[in-house]
């Protein structure tokens, strides 16, 4: 079964780190772009970041830029999103994707998600004190 999985959200208080993985079953991420997605209650669904496994190149949309960074690791098929000094306006579901390097700077950029391959089920992250 081809699936991508979500992990490591939770509460944290304004200010504080959290660190979400995404690991792939089923499938390789060595051919894919991945990228971290959120939606927030009443919200869009709106791009945050992403990687590609190809060469490594990186994307940040503003609101993620200086304060997330994302890595891959190609052994354990795993992405990771560290995400520091967060904000309550970060409180959203976030989902990673996997789809061509195009279809999803489509995504982040133009909010065109049709392209997509796989999406996981998403993750909570709570920023609240």
């Known amino acids: 079964q081809l699936q991508l999985v979500e992990s490591g959200g939770g509460l944290v208080q304004p200010g504080g780190s959290l660190g979400l993985s995404c690991t792939a079953a089923?499938?390789?991420?060595?051919?894919?772009?991945i990228g971290w997605f959120r939606q927030a209650p009443g919200k869009e669904r709106e791009g945050v970041s992403c990687i590609s496994f190809n060469d490594g190149s990186t994307y940040y949309a503003d609101s993620a830029k200086g304060r997330f960074t994302i890595s891959r690791d190609s052994a354990k098929n795993t992405v990771y999103l560290q995400m520091n000094s967060l904000k309550p306006e970060d409180t959203a579901d976030y989902y990673c994707?996997?789809?061509?390097?195009?279809?999803?700077?489509?995504?982040?950029?133009?909010?065109?998600?049709?392209?997509?391959?796989?999406w996981g089920k998403g993750t909570l992250v709570t920023v609240s004190s």
């Open positions: 994707a996997a789809g061509s390097h195009g279809a999803i700077l489509a995504g982040m950029k133009r909010r065109y998600y049709d392209g997509i391959n796989y």
């Open positions: 089923g499938f390789t991420l060595d051919y894919y772009t």
